[in-house]
C-alpha cells in the first residue's frame, strides 16, 4: 500500500515528464475523477499544457503544469507508470498482476511515451487544483514542535493521530507500527499524553526510520514487518505481538517494551 515512500518514489519518477508537453488526456473512469470534475473537464484542462514542477505533500502526489495544478491520489493498490516504466513493481497487499485494464488515467506526451495511474481497487483519485492546504504537515519534513503541536490537545489513540493525514500527512499504516514499535510507544496511548521527552524520541525515529526505508526499498521493510501476523513476536525482545484494530487499522504492538 502506498505510503509517502512510496509517493516520493512516484515523485521523482514523474520527473521525467517534466518539460514535457500533453498531447492527449485519458480519463476512462468517472469514479477515479473528484471535486465534481468529469472526463471533459480535465482533457480540456491539461491538453496543451506543458509540465513544469512536481511536488509532494503526504500523499498527495502533485504535477504544476503551464495550466492548473494536477493531482493525483493512489488509495491502496495504485501505482505511476511513465514511458511504460514502473518506479515500484508491485506493492504490499496489493496483487502481483500488472494489468493495463487497471488504468484510470493516463497523460499522452508531444513526441511520444505517457504518464499513467494503474489502480486495480480503484481507491485513487485525480484532482484538478488538489486543495493540498487541507493537509497537516509533510511527515517527513515536520519538525520536533510541530509534531507536538500535532499530539497536544487530543485524547485520541497516538496511532490514530499520527495517521490523521488532517493533522500530519503520509504516515499509513506499516510505517506507524514501524515507528511506534521503534519509539516504544504503545499505539493506544491518548496523543495528548506523550511528554516532551517522548515526542523527542517519536521525532527522531520517525525522520530516522523514513530515511531507512527510503534506501531500503519502501514501507515494507521496516524490522516489524515479517512479524506483523497472528503468531508475529517481536523482534526486540521475542515477546507475542498484541493485535488490534486502533483508528480502524490492524495494529501490532509489543506488550513488552511498547508503554
Not at 485519458?26 to 491539461?46: E, N
Not at 509533510?138 to 490537545?153: E, K, N, P, Q, T
Amino acid at each position: 500500500m502506498p505510503e509517502i515512500l512510496e509517493i516520493e518514489t512516484y515523485r521523482r519518477l514523474a520527473e521525467l515528464a517534466v518539460g514535457r508537453t500533453i498531447a492527449g488526456v485519458s480519463a476512462p473512469d468517472a469514479w477515479f475523477l473528484k471535486g465534481g470534475i468529469d472526463a471533459g473537464a480535465v482533457i480540456d484542462a491539461f491538453t496543451g499544457t506543458t509540465i513544469e514542477t512536481t511536488r509532494r505533500r503526504g500523499k498527495l502526489l502533485m504535477l504544476d503544469t503551464s495550466g492548473p495544478v494536477l493531482g493525483l491520489r493512489f488509495g491502496m493498490t495504485g501505482r505511476l507508470l511513465v514511458d511504460g516504466e514502473a518506479a515500484i513493481d508491485s506493492l504490499e497487499y496489493s496483487s502481483d498482476r500488472n494489468d493495463p485494464a487497471w488504468d484510470r488515467f493516463g497523460l499522452d506526451f508531444v513526441g511520444g511515451g505517457g504518464l499513467v495511474l494503474r489502480d486495480p481497487r480503484r481507491l485513487g483519485g485525480v484532482e484538478i487544483n488538489p486543495d493540498d492546504e487541507a493537509l497537516g504537515p509533510d511527515a517527513w519534513s515536520i519538525g520536533a514542535a510541530g509534531l507536538r503541536d500535532v499530539l497536544a490537545g487530543s485524547k485520541a489513540p497516538l496511532k490514530a493521530r499520527l495517521m490523521d493525514q488532517k493533522r500530519l500527512a503520509g504516515l499509513g499504516n506499516l510505517l506507524t507500527d514501524e515507528i511506534l514499535w521503534r519509539s516504544a510507544l504503545d499505539p493506544v496511548r491518548p496523543a495528548n499524553e506523550v511528554d516532551a521527552t517522548e515526542v523527542k524520541r517519536l521525532h527522531r525515529t520517525m525522520r530516522r526510520v523514513l530515511d531507512q526505508l527510503d534506501e531500503r526499498g519502501g514501507s515494507h521493510q521496516g524490522d516489524l514487518q515479517d512479524q506483523r501476523s497472528r503468531d508475529g513476536v517481536c523482534p526486540r525482545d521475542g515477546a507475542p505481538l498484541e493485535r488490534r484494530k486502533v483508528g480502524g487499522r490492524t495494529t501490532y504492538s509489543c506488550p513488552q517494551h511498547q508503554l
